[in-house]
């Protein structure tokens, strides 16, 4: 039963945060995005998504900073204009890149040490909590960054 419970723990904000990826690149229109929707899905198979991790985050970013541009090229001298220009043009390629690196390094460092008492054990550890905190960060930064793009459509718009 604990290991059921401590599976969902981890599956759950697993599913809702790729969730939240590919909603975002719902909301970029398709000339803009550097890859499907779909794809990101394929962050859940074990070993390549920590690899395909590292390529979503570097698409996401490119793909906001792509859509952001492109709004900012369609609205004339609004006031959403100075609110992107204030802020970095890919708000969230830092983080995420941060969290797919010390994320990786921790499950790295604890697998390689599993059967051995070393003081790497503690670094593997201390890897992955701050790529959590990381992870945590980058994940409210791209909701954000999707919500800043469904405003700017919608002040296109009117």
Same mark, same amino acid.
């Given at each position: 039963?604990?290991? !059921? ?5 981890? #599956? ?14 719902? *909301?970029?229109?398709?000339? %803009? ?6 794809? $990101? ?5 074990? *070993?390549?998504?920590?690899? +395909?991790?590292?390529? $979503? *985050? ?23 204009? $100075?609110? !992107? =220009?204030? @802020? ?12 797919? @690196? ?18 790497? =054990? ?7 909590? @701050?790529?959590? #905190?990381? +992870? ?7 909701? %954000?960054? =999707? %919500? =800043?793009? $469904?405003?700017?459509? #919608?002040?296109?718009?009117?």
């Amino acid at each position: 039963m604990l290991q !059921i419970s401590l599976l969902l723990a981890f #599956v759950i904000p697993a599913i809702l945060f790729v969730l939240a990826q590919q909603n975002t690149l719902r *909301v970029i229109s398709p000339e %803009n995005r550097e890859m499907s929707p779909g794809s $990101v899905w394929l962050q859940l198979i074990p *070993v390549f998504g920590m690899v +395909w991790q590292f390529i $979503v *985050v570097i698409r996401i970013a490119r793909s906001i900073s792509k859509e952001m541009a492109s709004k900012i090229g369609e609205s004339i001298l609004d006031n959403s204009q $100075v609110q !992107i =220009k204030e @802020t970095d043009e890919s708000p969230t390629y830092t983080f995420g890149i941060a969290y797919c @690196t010390l994320t990786t390094l921790g499950f790295i460092i604890n697998y390689s040490t599993m059967h051995s008492s070393s003081y790497l =054990k503690l670094f593997g550890s201390l890897f992955f909590l @701050t790529g959590m #905190v990381c +992870w945590i960060i980058y994940w409210v930064r791209l909701v %954000n960054a =999707k %919500n =800043k793009l $469904v405003g700017l459509s #919608v002040g296109i718009a009117r």
